[in-house]
């Protein structure tokens, strides 16, 4: 079974909970108790594959004096960052959040590949007071590498079902790279052999 780590990050009152109550729900329930941090547990199958969704949805008072992200990042395979398309202050929250997650991949694991990212405009049934535009959306995912999506998990319980798959089969795509990349323990046994004892048989 593979273990899948995902963080919903953001700024305050952006609807972090409400999605991932969606999700793991089908319910929205309008007011979620915000003083305290969650990790939630899912099992479910994609792709074929046994997984054991944890999701991380913070505390958004506490979490915001921290900021660092590091520990999130060595935690999480993979983000969802919020923001509210009625609120442009909370756009800027997901702009700095997604500069900071790519500015430390590229400084602490220059090798490592890059984390899955997925940018949420939530609230879209906010429309009519809409203060952040799809475009502006759609072109700071596409500048950082990350995907993107507008919805409501106010009203769109199908959509926040395809966008929390969406990040999940990315997850997964990357570890199936990263499993590529790695030689295998006994391939990798097996050529040091080779080039240990390989090499002298052929001098003897
Ligand atoms: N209109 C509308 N309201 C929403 C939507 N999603 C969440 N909300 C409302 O926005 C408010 C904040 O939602 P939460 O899910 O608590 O947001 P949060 O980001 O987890 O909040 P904090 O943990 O306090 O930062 C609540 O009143 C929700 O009912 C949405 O899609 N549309």
């Known amino acids: 079974m593979n273990d899948v780590k995902l963080a919903v990050l953001g700024g305050e009152g952006t609807g972090k909970s409400a999605l991932t109550v969606r999700f793991l729900t089908k319910r929205f329930i309008g007011e979620y108790a915000s003083n305290f941090e969650s990790i939630y547990n899912k099992y479910l199958c994609l792709e074929g594959k046994q997984l054991n969704l944890e999701i991380y949805d913070p505390c958004s008072q506490l979490w915001k004096a921290k900021f660092s992200l590091t520990s999130e990042l060595h935690w999480a395979d993979g983000f969802v960052i919020v923001y509210d398309i009625s609120d442009r202050s909370s756009f800027a929250y997901a702009k700095a959040l997604i500069y900071r997650i790519r500015e430390l991949q590229s400084s602490h694991c220059k090798r490592a ?92």
């Open 113 to 204: 590949m890059e984390s899955a990212v997925l940018l949420v405009g939530n609230k879209q049934d906010l429309c009519h007071v809409r203060e952040v535009g799809w475009e502006e959306g759609q072109k700071l995912a596409l500048d950082n590498r990350c995907q993107f999506c507008e919805l409501s998990a106010a009203e769109q319980c199908l959509e926040v079902e395809m966008m929390f798959n969406r990040i999940i089969k990315d997850i997964l795509t990357n570890f199936r790279l990263k499993e590529k990349r790695r030689p295998s323990g006994s391939k990798s046994m097996a050529k040091l052999i080779n080039n240990v004892f390989g090499k002298r048989r052929k001098s003897v």
